[in-house]
């Protein structure tokens, strides 16, 4: 039996997901009766995780957003980990959203004073982009993530290496 229990805290998202999302957000983009004859458009950005979203309607770009978001959210991907980068205004209407698939510095921290905070006999440590936690009970690092599944953090929290 091992001494010692970890795993690691991560924000990461699956890249295949985001594309599949993507693909099923354009199928419905085609097959609306709401979009018929109204300029629509929808790109997906691999490298960054950047959907740009382009139409003539302010109104059916709030529309857009909502299909991406619900197809993300059906792929598993947290709606909260979306940010919108920018929305621009013009002849046409362009709104860029950005998948969070990162734990940044501030949330890092949030998330290590919520286990301190627990009084559970646990370590964590930020390593990088993830966190990882070690504990000699395998019951006290599931009570850490409740704890931090119950964190209002704008991530798409995933918990990997469990050993």
Known sequence: MASEHSFDISAAIDKQELKNAFEQAKKELD???DLKGIKTEIQFNEKDSIFKLSSSSELKLDVLKDIVIS???KRGINSSAIKELSRENGAMFHLNLKANDSIDSENAKKINK??????LK???SIRGDEIRVVGK???D???VM????ELDLELNISFKNLK
């Open 137 to 139: 009970q395998i019951d």
């Open 141 to 143: 690092l599931q009570v």
């Open 146 to 149: 409740k704890i931090v599944r």
């Open 71 to 73: 197809k993300l959210i």
């Open 122 to 124: 646990v370590n964590s």
């Open 31 to 33: 097959s609306r009766y």
């Open 114 to 119: 919520a286990i301190k905070e627990s009084k």
